[in-house]
């Protein structure tokens, strides 16, 4: 993605998602209307965003080719293997999605806003991050999370992301 970004010069960029689960998969919305992604982006997200003929203004990358995706019209999709309590908010009446980010084994997070109140569900995120998420006066409006590639000895990553030890994450709050 660094390389695409040069190219570009960092001009006219309006939105920049990457994925913490696959190396160098991006997307980039330009505010001329255009967009570019990645050579590996999941073949059903390029159809929707192909058919749908509108900019995203959020996507989030899970693992495998899970992903969800938030346009400019407000409407919203997603595939893949995402926690159903992830799920129901994306559905909900009179929820108004934020932030998504979507983790290995099922781990989440969903910024929203219902009935102008900001609330926020999560599920398996890393101890580093739930110290943000629970500091009093706070309120979260974004999470990022990039699990260190390194297996443990089980051959399966971290067993337990909230137990990573090697994480690089971003929390924006207000």
């Known amino acids: 993605m ?3 970004l040069d190219k570009q010069k960092l001009q006219n960029i309006k939105y920049v998602a990457i994925s913490g689960h ?29 058919d749908k003929g509108s900019l995203a203004t959020q996507i989030a990358f899970g693992p495998d080719d899970s992903y969800f995706v938030q346009f400019q019209d407000g409407s ?5 293997d995402i926690d159903p309590k992830a799920k129901s908010l994306f559905n909900a ?10 983790g290995r084994q099922g781990a989440y997070f969903v910024a929203y806003l219902q009935q102008g109140v900001h609330k926020m569900s999560y599920k398996r995120v890393p101890k580093q991050v739930m110290k943000e998420l629970s500091a009093k006066g706070r309120r979260v409006t974004q ?6 590639s390194k297996e ?3 051959g399966y990553g971290y067993g337990y992301e909230e137990d990573a030890e090697a994480l ?7």
């Open 93 to 102: 009446r009179g929820v108004t999605v934020l932030n998504v980010w979507l």
């Open 152 to 154: 443990s000895s089980n």
């Open 168 to 174: 690089t994450y971003f929390v924006r709050y207000t």
């Open 143 to 148: 999470v990022l999370v990039d699990y260190d």
């Open 22 to 50: 696959h190396f160098d998969r991006y997307y980039i919305s330009k505010t001329n209307g255009k967009s570019m992604w990645s050579s590996d982006f999941p073949p059903v997200l390029r159809e929707t965003l192909m």
């Open 2 to 4: 660094s390389d695409e």
């Open 76 to 80: 919203m999709e997603w595939c893949g």
